[in-house]
Every structure is written in C-alpha cells, then in structure tokens.
C-alpha cells in the first residue's frame, strides 16, 4: 500500500497492513530478535570496510534537564545529580588519605527519554507482543521478561545509511511538522543520493527530516509528542520488504504527527514493531553526519548502536556512532 | 619505577609518580581529552581493518538489580522500573486507540554502578583535576563543567587490544585477589599472546583478571570495592610510556586491592587521572571475547566504547562493542 | 478462629478467615477508606484531650541509606543525593547575588522502604482488591486510581494505644522471632497494662515486639523480610471485631514470620487489607515512647500518622508523631 | 525596619537587617533547632486544647506529576512508579501462592518539589549556616551534616495560627503577584481575624495569600519560581521579634516576588535562615483550612508538621495535618 486508506478506519488500516507486513515465525517461534536476525556477520565485516577516514560522529542527543520532555507520559528529562564533587574534595571533607579526591555521580531517567532505541517489547497490538507473544506474558512491572533490550545487547552495529530527506525535499534542509515522507520520497532521496544510498538487507537507516535541526535553533516547543515530520504509515510496506534491519530518525516518534488517520496513536508503530519486529530509533542527532556525507558525496558508513545493557528494558538509551 | 617504592609513604610515592607521569599542558591549557587525543583519525581508520570476521560482542555486564553494589558510597544498582506494562495494554487499562498498547520504562543508578568509564573529572590529587585544574572549579554539584563525559562522547572507538593475563599468570584463567599485576606481567603476556597483542599509541587495552568469571561463579562476595586483581601502582609509568588511549579491567577498581601501601586508596587512579588523563574502564566482562581470542590466536579487534552522552557526569555506563 | 487451622491449607483458611472477616460493603459499594471510618470526628476530638505533658514522640525510622533492605523485590533503602551544596556555595560557585547560597536534595525509594502505612492498593486476594474491587481495574502502572493513599491524606489523627508485647511477654522486652503473638496474648497485655490499653473502635493500635531494639542492637540481618515476631493469623478475628481503625508495629511485615503455614506468604495481609480494609504500619520505631509509656503507666496518646500525599499510591512513608 | 530600604543594596539591607535580627548563640553553640526551640512542651500541651470539633484537614499539596515545578534549578515533578500492580497480579504473574496479590511502588522526587519544610542548612550567608557554622562543614554532598531535617523529625507540633491576608487584603480573598506583605498589613489582619490570630512565642504561623486557590484555577504558570504574593524583606524584624517557631505559606517561595531589590534572590531568606534560625514552610494548601476557619471565626488549630524523617536533607516533604 503505497496509495490511499480510509482515515477513518486505523483499526481497518493497521490490521490489513500487519497482514501483509508480518514476520512472525520467520526466525521461529522463540526469536526474540527481529529484523536483526538480517544483520550477519558477513554483513557486518563488509561494513567496516566503509571506514574509509576514521572521523567518528556520535549520534546522541546530550542527556540533561535541557532535553524535549515534558512530563507527558510521565516522561521527564534526566536528572543527574552528584554524589560527590569536587568542591567536597577541594574542601578537604571527604575523608579520603594522601589527597586522592573523588566525584560519583546518579542519574534517573525514563529509558524513552532521549536518543534511544524502542525494543520489541515498547509496542503491542490488541495485546500481541513481537511474534505473537501475549503482551501480559512479555511485559509485566518486572519489564520485558522475553525481548528484553538486553537480547540484543551486541548486535546493533553494522552498516548505516543516510537518508537526508530534509535535504531532498525541504526547505533549507528542514521538513516542515505534518510532512508525511512517503516510499516514492525514500526511493527519490536515494535515487539523488547516489549509489552509496541504497538501501538492502542488514541496513541501518537514518531518515533526516531536519526537526531537530530546527528544534535546535527555535527551541523545543512540542518536539515530544507534538506534530513533527516522519515516515508515512504507508511506508510499511517498504520497511518490510528492504529487510533493514532498523531505522532511526532525528524525530520523536520516527512516524508523521500528526499521525495520518482522523483519530489514531503511532498507527505505524504498530505495524513495525510487534508485526514486522523491526527496531526503531529515535530522537537521534543526524546533522554533523549528515553535514558531512554531504560534502564527501557519500551516505553509507560504519555503524555502532549499543543500548545500554538493562535488563528486562523495553527500550534503552544509546550513543551511537558512526564513523566515515 | 617497577621496582619498590615505601610502603608506609603513599602520599610521597603518589608524588613522585605523578612528576615523572604527567601529561599536564602536553595537549594545551584548554585540553579535556587527555589520552584520547593519543587516538587519531588515522589510528581509528586502521583499527577498522582489524574486523575480519564480523562477530560482535557485548562487553558490558547486565544493568539490573543483580549487579555488584551493596550500597558503599552510596553506589547501588540499577532500579528499573515500569511507567507502563504489557499486563495494562492486556488488561485494556491504557486508553489508547486502534489496539495500540505501549510499554515505557525508566532508570535509576549511579553511574559508576557497571560497566563503565572514569571520566577525568572522577579523580583529583590534593584538589586538582585533571591538566592542572581546581577541583571544585571543575566539579560542582551541577556535575563536571569542563570534563565531562559529553567531551568525549565520540571519540572512543580504535584499536582494542586484550591482555588476557588471567590466562597467562593464573590458574585456571582467574588470577587470585591482591595479584598485583606488574610491567613485566603485561610485557610478558603480550609476548605470550604474541604480535596482534603488541600495544602503542592511541591503543585501548583491556586487561582480563579473570575475577569476574570467579564472581560470575561464586557470587559478588566483595567484586564492589573488596580485594581484586589488578595493575600494580608500579605501572603508571607503563601507562603513561606507552601513550595508550585507554584502559579497562573486568574488575570493580583496575587496580590492585589491597592497594600495595600500608594505608591507602586507589592511589594508581590518584596518578592515571588527573596526571596522565587516562581513560580507565571497570567492570567490563571480557570473558566471550577472551575465549574468541585464545580460539583465533588474535587479540585485537575493532573496539566501540561509547560513553552514555550524560551532561557533566564524571563517568558514563557504557556498552563496549567489539568486533572481530 | 483462635484456635487451630490447618497448615498445609492457607488457601481454605484465608478463604474462610476472609469470609468471617469481611467488611466490604459496610459503607458502600464505593467506599475508599475502610476501617479509617471507625475514627470520626467524636473520636478524634477526644483523643486531644489525652495530651497531658506536651511530649511529642517521632515513631519514624531515619530515612537512609543505612536502612534494613537488602534489594528484595527491588526494594532498595532511600537514596538522598544533594543538587546543591554549602561546600558549593562556600566555593563561591552558585551564582546567587548578594552573598545568598543554598542547598537543595532530592531523593529516590520505594516507598515500602521504611517507616509506612500500606494502602488499601497494596495488597490482592485472588485478584480482587479492598471491596470487591478486580485488583487490575484499582492499581496499574499508572498507581492506584480509586484507593490511592490521597484518599486518607487527612485521616489518621487519633487515639494511639501502645501495646507493648514484647514487655509483657519476652525476655528484655523483646519477642524472639517467629513468636506469633495471638489474641490472648493482646488481650493480656492490655490488661496487665490497664485501663489506659483498653481498645475499641477508631483506635490505632501499636504492638511494640521488640525486634526493632534487637535489629538496633545486632544488625539489620533479615529485617526486612526474614524471621519476626508479630501477629498470628489467628488475630484477624480480633483486628475485625475490635474495629480499630489501623495497627502498626516495628517489624518489617507486621505478621509472624515465618508464616504459619506450610507454605505461604503473608496470609494476614490477605485477610486484613482486601477483606477488613484495615490500615497497617510497618516499621515504625516505638522504642522511646514504649520507655515513656512504661514509665508513666500511661499506654494512650494522641497520635497523628500523615502519609505523605503521593497521588495514586499504594502505601506511603510516614513520620508519626505521638503526643503524651 | 518597616520603613525603606536602599532597592539598589541588597547586600548591605541584608547585612543591616540579619545584625538586627541574629539569634546567634541564643540556645548555644551547639544549637541546631533553631526557632523550634521556642516551642517547648507546655505550649505543645496548651495547643492540644485547641481541639474542639476534631476535624482534620490536610495541608499538604498532591505529590505527582501534575505539580508546579518546571524544571528550575533540577527540581522537577514527583515521578511515582509501580514496583508491582494489581493488573499483574490480575494476570498471575507474580508468583506468589495461595491467591495473594501485590502492589508496590517508589518515588524519585525533588525534597523541595512541594509541600515542605525547610530546613536550617537550605540557606546560607555568604559561606555561613545557622548559628555561624562554615557552609561547607555543614552541608557536603553527603548531606547536612549538622542540621539535617531528623534533628527536628519530632518536634513541629503545636499552636498553628492561620493569617488569611488573602481574605483581608486581597479581592475575592486572593492577593495579585508582586504584592508585598509588610508587618502592618499582618497586624491589621490579626485585628481584623480577632483574638484566636493572636501570634506569639513558639506558634506556628500559616500565611494565605490565595496564589495556590488562582494557580489551581487558572493553571501552574511560573508558580515554581515566578512573581507571587509574599512577605516583604522588611518583616524580618517581625519574625524575629514576635519568636514564633514557624511560618509557612501558600506560594512558592514564602516572600514576595520579584524580590524588593532591582536585582535579588530570595533576601528575607538570607536573613530568616541563617540568622533568625527559622524554620519555613511552602507550598501548602490552606484553602480548605482558611474556609472552615472564617466559617468558625477561629483562626487557632493544633497543628502536626512531621517531616519526612531523611537523614541530612536540607528540607523535606511533609503533610501538615490540623485539627480544629
């Protein structure tokens, strides 16, 4: 489905499209891992070949209390704070023998906080987790007892794509909030991009849309949860039959927001997570990667997107980095 | 220094070590990188030649409740816990539209409570941090101002090199608690290992104890701050020579405990921090990667370390990714 | 029941205690405060006139990291961390005009660390919560959305009874653990105390075991969770027919444990939230007003039990005060 | 002073005003109670007769997510989540026999992120605490080590004495943000309230400006923080004089806002913490007090204020409970 659906039917949509867009059973009935059963091993040593400078760009959004959230969903910004400093130290009451001096810190935040990866576990259909689990039996308030983040603790990384849409079609690099990025707008970008772009089994896709970008300059405003650009719930077609592997936008919610049905919640999320089991991440930084993939004329590199190893995670916080 | 020093005189060793160790001024007055700027461009293009087969692993401990930390210096482990469950989305208590069900979660933790990097403004020696700097002017309670980890958020992938001295000084692979590892232990062992274990500049290096695989086995007991194998004080000079980028064990502190004088804390981080400006990392879990090492004969790879990107913190969890 | 049950059946003895006991419906179908309905205005009005010396009691445990838990079920002891300090201010570095400075903390606990009242939300019999309430329509990841301890934010000031059992029947004042304290033992106490233990309707009862002065002594051991003295699931005719509005005691879990049955966990709990919709304290420290009590042959006071007004809680920590 | 004041010299209006008003050495060297001293055990017992209905009202704000804090200075929203809830234990995953069911949940929060005390080491003087102790030996990132909230866990209770200077002074009994309260303005309202408002030596004084009655209609706003109602600096003599144990009120930050001076932040507090030693209370909720209150045309209560017991904080939360 590339073309038209009825608005007023999500539920209709979503079901149809997880139909045709499913991949349960594919890796067996105990697979825990999705899409990332397409990122071999041959796949990942022909990726490192793509170093070709060894400039490394790490992807992440900072994590403090100037970050996009707002409390909705209960989710906040970090709070970091110390459990010792420099000033204790400087101040002589630490206690410590021949002048060694130290500083701890803590942080708390939500997982789905900042730059991050959404796990199998983060999204379910009328109950049905990733490969047709009951959610009830996935997900319960001791967190994912199944597909967990830690289950891919060591695979995420491989070869990436930059797909600068906000380039190829907005307005000084930026999509406007509302822009619905279609597949004939990925194949487009690709086709602009040149041969370094496209798009196969195993990829990691980074989709710029430039809102982060604007975000950056005009201040957050409603970047978490508000209306922003991102992938057409058409699209899930494309995303299944390219077999990547993940996708990553500079976006909250990877999706278009609002999201394109009259009444409806990450219709898209719906299909790509539980049905497809794809991983998605989200709120990444693209501009300083993409400023130069621009330059160099080139869009595929290195990729290494590690969550960060908690268990029982529906979803986890990342640094990625690509280098060139 | 590898041969004695006083025991009773730590303060007085820890002096003298730091004069003949410091790298103060070496990258100019401004510099917050420290050893990282050993790790150039050219150094992490090479290092990308290493992957070979394309197998990846994880070298972070889990991140769960299971963890080490019994509560000293306030350092706990991790709590997670669950802003919304697959038993709601099942339970249809959630609210959402078209049979979407979601789940979120979020973080407590110190960050020195795993797998982790030492940010250079972890350590002072009689109030100065790193490059000379006052502590209480780098570390306040707002976090670290000119250290932190977000200055490096990027930079911490290149050649990694194993040091599997457990396996070369142990027996069974584990060396015992208060093994204090000596220059000659490590030449030793890379001569052992053998030419892919040869260690220069802009290298990472990972010396395996063997002491999280006894933990692993027979329980914490002590992992969190009790005795440990580890480098001998006597190193710092190998440290700093061998202008190396970085270095991590699989134990709690690096470094030997007891530390080797009468009264004394961590007096080698006292010397590698603010005086050399190393990168140290603890708690890893280099036990996969040891065995892949042992089976190929080759002990290095293509290392990715990077540091969550938290705002000022003074050291960052990370999810180390090594490929072979 | 005072007399025997049967060991190896807690489900059939709860199922029938629960009948025996039951209250739901007492104040109708919606009631969300259950025995707190016992203590009116009347009631309360006359427990001010027990104020005789003007003596305020804190019956709260400290608040920190030095606290009994040991991580089960993710209860950890409170972390308190500062956002801001006087050795930052003293430094110089806050920013302030005018010489101001200041310090700000924040903390992270479960809120059944410590010093609490359970709310009618924290515990289930067989799914069904206090009233006949189905447990997954009352307490979701969201927090408790009828019984939420906000409901009772203004309620618990009244008459407190002491009723020191470990006096009465333990050497030194302290029950040794695994003592099940039945009704005739409660019934002694009171009467070997006198006229000012008597108890009736509206009362908060405090039964001091001793385990708190024994823990203070020797360690925390398995206070939280292990052996204790504390009331034998025979008391629950006695907690339903006494209609008092609440009972707190110094032990972790206010009943015996080990339980008295074969295999069980807190089968009192089961009987005294869901079904007599009872109030209960745990972990209160009683020890300074059971000397004052004892020493005025006076065991009724004026008490005030605040739970801290955390919306949608299921228990809450609390900072009794009692007046004599 | 009640007269003027220079508004371009904070500085020197501050160090004028707290030479005038230091209780300095007034209980010892050794004091860490501050104006709590002032209420000692017969006042307590006199106030219990304050009781003559035995209605209790909560004076407390709710603790969640829907609270004032935007973020400022790290103080952030209560986050409240759930360990355990009722639609697992509906679901049968918790593992626990005979049929109970559990609910569990923790807190991350701010200790000044609502109704609270401050406490003696919240604030400092240039570099000095409460009765002229060094800032930085008072208040590490460990905590306040001399006058941590537990010193006074048991102490604030007493006479309360409500002053509605929102009703006196304001229209619809709400004062406009930027008003300045001044000594006169809080004698024509005990005039006016009549002779249950009399204030004196070891009261507890609550102050109602009606700001929390128009942020709860019209929403938070900059209520963290912002312009507000509030004591002016000139009543610091006041404080001082009329030796009251306590005031707390309905705003934000207890004096008026903006401050009096072209540029300041938070005078009077400079002078009322370190130097008077007194304790403050903000953001309460007296609305429902202050109506029974004119109702009754009695403005006294017996009034409890137990701070949540956390060892070393600087502040804490509590739940004021008055009974009239």
Same mark, same amino acid.
């Given at each position: 489905?590339?073309?038209t659906f009825?608005?007023?039917?999500?539920?209709g949509?979503?079901?149809?499209?997880a139909?045709?867009?499913?991949?349960?059973?594919r890796w067996?009935?105990?697979?825990?891992?999705?899409?990332?059963?397409?990122?071999?091993?041959?796949?990942r040593?022909?990726?490192?070949g793509?170093?070709?400078?060894g400039?490394?760009f790490?992807l992440s959004?900072?994590?403090?209390?100037?970050?996009?959230?707002?409390?909705?969903?209960?989710?906040?910004?970090?709070?970091?704070t110390?459990l010792?400093?420099?000033?204790? /130290?400087?101040a002589?009451?630490?206690?410590?023998?021949?002048?060694?001096?130290?500083?701890?810190?803590v942080?708390s935040m939500?997982?789905?906080?900042?730059?991050q990866w959404?796990?199998?576990?983060?999204?379910?259909d009328?109950?049905?987790?990733?490969?047709?689990?009951?959610?009830g039996e996935?997900?319960?308030?001791?967190?994912?007892q199944?597909?967990?983040?830690?289950?891919?603790?060591?695979?995420i990384?491989g070869r990436?794509?930059l797909?600068?849409?906000g380039?190829?079609?907005g307005?000084?690099g930026?999509l406007?909030?509302g822009? /619905?990025?279609t597949e004939?707008?990925?194949?487009?970008?690709?086709?602009?991009?040149?041969?370094?772009?496209?798009?196969g089994?195993?990829?990691?896709?980074l989709v710029?849309?430039?809102?982060?970008?604007r975000?950056r300059?005009?201040g957050w405003?409603?970047?978490a949860?508000?209306?922003?650009?991102?992938l057409?719930?058409t699209?899930?077609?494309?995303?299944h039959?390219?077999?990547?592997?993940?996708?990553a936008?500079d976006?909250?919610?990877f999706?278009?927001?609002?999201?394109?049905?009259d009444d409806?919640?990450q219709?898209l999320?719906?299909?790509a997570?539980?049905?497809?089991g794809?991983f998605?991440?989200?709120?990444?930084?693209l501009d /300083?990667l /993409?400023t130069?993939?621009?330059?160099d004329?080139?869009?595929?590199?290195w990729?290494?997107?590690?969550?960060?190893?908690?268990?029982?995670?529906?979803?986890a916080?990342?640094?990625?980095?690509?280098v060139t």
């Open positions: 489905m590339t073309g009825d608005r007023t039917d999500p539920e949509a979503i079901a149809a499209m139909e045709r867009c499913s991949n349960w059973g067996g009935a105990d697979d825990v891992r999705g899409t990332l059963n397409f990122l071999d091993e041959a796949k040593r022909d990726a490192a793509l170093v070709r400078r400039v490394a790490s959004q900072p994590f403090d209390m100037h970050g996009p959230q707002k409390g909705w969903r209960r989710r906040t910004n970090p709070v970091h110390m010792d400093t420099g000033t204790d /130290a400087a002589g009451v630490q206690g410590f023998p021949h002048g060694i001096g130290g500083a701890d810190d942080i939500p997982l789905q906080c900042s730059t959404d796990g199998l576990g983060h999204i379910f009328h109950g049905i987790a990733w490969n047709g689990r009951p959610a996935v997900v319960t308030s001791q967190g994912d199944v597909t967990g983040i830690e289950t891919v603790a060591d695979a990384a990436g794509v797909l600068d849409v380039r190829a079609f307005d000084e930026e406007p909030d822009f /619905a990025i004939e707008q990925l194949t487009a970008t690709i086709r602009r991009q040149g041969e370094t772009s496209r798009v089994r195993g990829d990691i896709v710029r849309t430039g809102q982060l970008t975000a300059r005009e405003g409603d970047y949860g508000g209306p922003a650009p991102g057409s719930f699209t899930a077609g494309w995303l039959r390219s077999e990547i592997t993940a996708i936008t976006t909250w919610g999706e278009v927001r609002p999201n394109e049905f409806a919640f219709p999320h719906q299909v997570i539980p049905h497809i794809l998605i991440g989200e709120m990444w930084d /300083a /993409a130069s993939c621009s330059a004329g080139s869009y595929e590199f990729l290494t997107a590690a969550p960060l190893r908690v268990t029982g995670a529906v979803g916080p990342v640094n990625p980095i690509a």
